[in-house]
């Protein structure tokens, strides 16, 4: 079954960086792209940007331009997402997810990565 | 960006009730319309997509209808399990944008 499994919880400091990691198992990782999505504390759902496993293309959401960096490490079946001068407003749960077959819906979930961003 | 808007923001029902979502799109998104369930400390579930099509595993008193602007997620006898808060999301064109969320809560 399809399993995608994220780093722990992190806390930065304002200014800092922050990487989360998703391990994916259970489907062939270079089929489907992956998505980023993050919620602020008893807030909605913000989609970041979307990662090609196979060629390592990016679509990033404009808001996060320039501040987001998605990779991936196809070794390993693994996305990275690397959001960099973080502020107060950056804490939240982020996200990993699989595509539905190319069809811009995020599908299969994980778990989830909080970071908190704090002086 | 396309804005997705949800109504009501919040509702409140009773077991065994008929409850209806909207949602709406600020411009045509044809049918590309998904629905997802997140409970408290949970990822989103993804119940519907394109509109209308059951997410598999998902019970069959989830629908959803729909098409253009205007969508609906209808759960035709509310199960204890139910409660939780729902998003439509649109998968037109990138920016995916969410709607604000409906919170369905106990009566």
């Known amino acids: 079954q399809v399993q995608l499994v994220q780093s722990g919880a992190e806390v930065k400091k304002p200014g800092a960086s922050v990487k989360v990691s998703c391990k994916a198992s259970?489907?062939?990782?270079?089929?489907?792209?992956m998505h980023w999505v993050r919620q602020a504390p008893g807030q909605g759902l913000e989609w970041m940007g979307i990662?090609?496993?196979?060629?390592?293309?990016?679509s990033y959401a404009q808001k996060f331009q320039g501040r987001v960096t998605m990779t991936r490490d196809t070794s390993t079946s693994t996305v990275y997402m690397e959001l960099s001068s973080l502020r107060s407003e950056d804490t939240a749960v982020y996200y990993c997810?699989?595509?539905?077959?190319?069809?811009?819906?995020?599908?299969?979930w994980g778990q989830g990565t909080l970071v908190t961003v704090s002086s | 960006d396309i804005q997705m808007t949800q109504s009501p923001s919040s509702l409140s029902a009773s077991v065994g009730d008929r409850v209806t979502i909207t949602c709406r799109a600020s411009?045509?998104?044809?049918?590309?319309l998904n629905w997802y369930q997140q409970k408290p400390g949970k990822a989103p579930k993804l119940l519907i997509y394109?509109?209308?099509s059951l997410q598999s595993g998902v019970p069959s008193r989830f629908s959803g209808s729909g098409s253009g602007t205007d969508f609906t997620l209808t759960i035709s006898s509310l199960q204890p399990e139910d409660f939780a808060t729902y998003y439509c999301?649109?998968?037109?064109?990138?920016?995916?944008?969410f709607g604000q969320g409906t919170r369905l809560e106990i009566k």
């Open positions: 999301q649109q998968s037109y064109s990138i920016p995916i944008t």
């Open positions: 394109a509109a209308s």
């Open positions: 411009q045509s998104i044809s049918s590309y």
């Open positions: 990662i090609n496993p196979s060629g390592g293309s990016t």
């Open positions: 259970g489907y062939t990782f270079t089929s489907y792209y």
């Open positions: 997810a699989r595509d539905r077959t190319g069809t811009v819906t995020p599908e299969d």
